[in-house]
């Protein structure tokens, strides 16, 4: 959908009506992006991108976005973890998981390989970020340890996903021309590719 096709649409105008919805569904996409299996089969970061762009034309302000964005992450990875805590081993005879016992076998080498860091490091990292809180509390990590290590890498998690999608919205309102709007949209991705390809390469998961 074009940019413009998007603010003109009835959905925008009804959001126009109604801003504190914009707050709740940046609260629910980040809570679906970060929750366990969900996470994967729904396209999270899409969705938040758009959601931070509507945010950004003046339905919500910058420090409430992050702020829903954060909540949303915290809680997606909480539920996610004590899901996980609950259950133990009876994950891995979940549906989904039970077909691609892989994921956990390889999430359980990460996060016995580096700890801490997996939890940061799943917050960005596409094909372990929904179920790394879930494997951590299979394997019994101290809550008190994981809780503070999510809540310190939420505050990080979400201006990285929040900022590129605001920023354009935001810009709409600016001088800009549509190859310019286009290259601010292209610079932003190309900075979270980057981003996500240098963390996958600390991490040694270029495979």
């Known amino acids: 959908m074009h940019v413009n096709d998007l ?23 980040a809570f679906v992006e970060s929750f ?33 964005a954060f ?14 805590w609950r259950y133990k081993n009876d994950v891995r005879r979940w549906p989904v ?6 994921w956990m076998d390889r999430g359980e080498q990460f996060i016995l390989a580096h700890g801490a860091k997996s939890i940061v490091a799943g917050r960005f990292i596409g094909p372990i970020r929904p179920l790394t809180p879930l494997i951590a509390g299979t394997l019994s990590m101290p809550p008190g340890h994981f809780f503070a290590v999510n809540i310190v890498s939420a505050i990080a998690w979400a201006p ?3 900022l590129p999608g605001y920023a354009l919205g935001a810009a709409l309102d600016l001088p800009f021309t549509h190859l310019e709007m286009s290259l601010i949209a292209v610079a932003g991705v190309a900075v979270l590719t ?14």
């Open 194 to 207: 980057a981003g996500f390809y240098y963390l996958r390469r600390w991490f040694n998961l270029s495979r």
């Open 7 to 29: 603010i003109n649409s009835p959905f925008y105008a009804w959001l126009v009506a109604n801003p504190d919805w914009i707050a709740a569904m940046v609260l629910l996409i």
């Open 97 to 102: 998981i039970r077909d691609n016992t892989q």
């Open 160 to 162: 990285v996903y929040i």
């Open 71 to 84: 909540l949303g992450a915290v809680l997606g990875d909480g539920l996610s973890f004590l899901l996980g």
């Open 36 to 68: 366990a299996i969900v996470g994967i089969l729904v396209p999270g970061v899409f969705l938040l991108y758009v959601a931070a762009f509507l945010a950004g034309t003046g339905l919500l302000a910058l420090p409430m976005a992050l702020t829903m």
